[in-house]
């Protein structure tokens, strides 16, 4: 059984920045594709970035192009999410996810992922 946990959330000022991370157990993360989503109070879990088999493989929403970074350990089997430039509406719990198996895919749909960690919560308020 797959299991996620995510880390580093937390309240930052608009401007700064958070790094989060997300470790998982179980198998299959070296063949996974990892995301991350968030969900702002009242609306839905949106995505936000994803990394495929390569570093290099990456895609973003375009609400943090430029300013999010995603990457991953394998190592570690864990997946970051640098994110600078932190505004306001970049509020929201962020949960990561594990595509068991789909290898060469980078899916923005949420309904594609089949773990999904709990979240944590990242606040951006002066």
């Known amino acids: 059984q797959v299991q996620l946990v995510e880390s580093g959330g937390g309240l930052v000022q608009p401007g700064g920045s958070l790094k989060l991370s997300c470790t998982a157990s179980?198998?299959?993360?070296?063949?996974?594709?990892m995301g991350w989503f968030r969900q702002a109070p009242g609306k839905e879990r949106v995505f936000v970035a994803v990394?495929?088999?390569?570093?290099?493989?990456?895609y973003y929403a375009s609400s943090v192009r430029e300013r999010f970074t995603i990457s991953r350990d394998n190592a570690k089997n864990t997946v970051y999410l640098q994110m600078n430039s932190l505004k306001p509406e970049d509020t929201a719990i962020y949960y990561c996810?594990?595509?068991?198996?789909?290898?060469?895919?980078?899916?923005?749909?949420?309904?594609?992922?089949?773990?999904w960690g709990k979240g944590t919560q990242v606040t951006v308020s002066s």
């Open positions: 179980g198998h299959a993360f070296t063949t996974s594709p």
């Open positions: 996810a594990q595509d068991e198996g789909a290898r060469f895919t980078l899916s923005t749909l949420a309904g594609d992922y089949d773990y």
């Open positions: 990394v495929g088999l390569s570093p290099d493989s990456t």
